[in-house]
């Protein structure tokens, strides 16, 4: 017999299922706007905790393992602070920002008190000034299905300092479909080294995989 607990956890479940095939698919910014004003304050418990949401913290290791260097931080498409979080379980004691396209979620990051400065913005537009220049700058669940392509990294690397180290996942379904190795080509002159490592991003193991690059900028 099931108890009430499994029965709301099952429903946490259902729900968090739900919303991901919803973010998924995506089409306007408008969308975006609207889904996670929804999804918001019950983002971490009813679907990171719930589908056992790995990929901030594989990030951050990343970010901390590739010799995370002195200076502010940005992390993009910081939604409730997962990856700022999990930085600071890393050891990392830099001062972090976060931009993303919800006020809502950034409210959420807010309360946590992980980042320095908060800014709402579109990533695939030129960043507000004040952003910049970032030794480092990290992501994760950003550039995936429905959300941002390629077309998200220029913008990034406009605020990034000399010699900057960036971690950024790229759900691997379209890694290809959307032409990133394309992209970082035509970036070559301004990336001094690429590197990526493919890891899951969620507990279970068939719950897809994000490819992580590493790039260190001239």
Known sequence: MKTRAMNGMEEQMN???SKLQRAYALRSPEEC?????????????????????VLPVRVAEAFVASGAPDGAVLDVGAGTGLVAQALRGCGFAGPVDGVDISAEMLAVAGRK????????????????GGCGPYAGIISAGT????HVGPEGLPPLLDVAA????????????????????AA????????A???????PIYGAADGGQARLLRLRLR
């Open 162 to 181: 000399p010699g900057a180290v960036m971690v950024l996942s790229v759900n691997l379904e379209v890694w290809e479909a959307k032409r990133f190795p």
């Open 184 to 191: 970082l080509d035509g970036l070559a002159g301004r990336i």
């Open 143 to 146: 550039f995936t299905h429905g």
């Open 113 to 128: 008190g992980v980042y320095r400065a908060q800014h709402v913005a579109d990533i695939t537009r030129p960043l507000p």
């Open 33 to 53: 706007l609207a889904l996670y004003a929804d999804w918001a304050e019950s983002y971490d418990a009813g679907f990171a905790a719930a589908q056992g949401y």
């Open 15 to 17: 729900d968090a299922g």
């Open 193 to 199: 080294s690429v590197e990526h490592l493919d890891v």
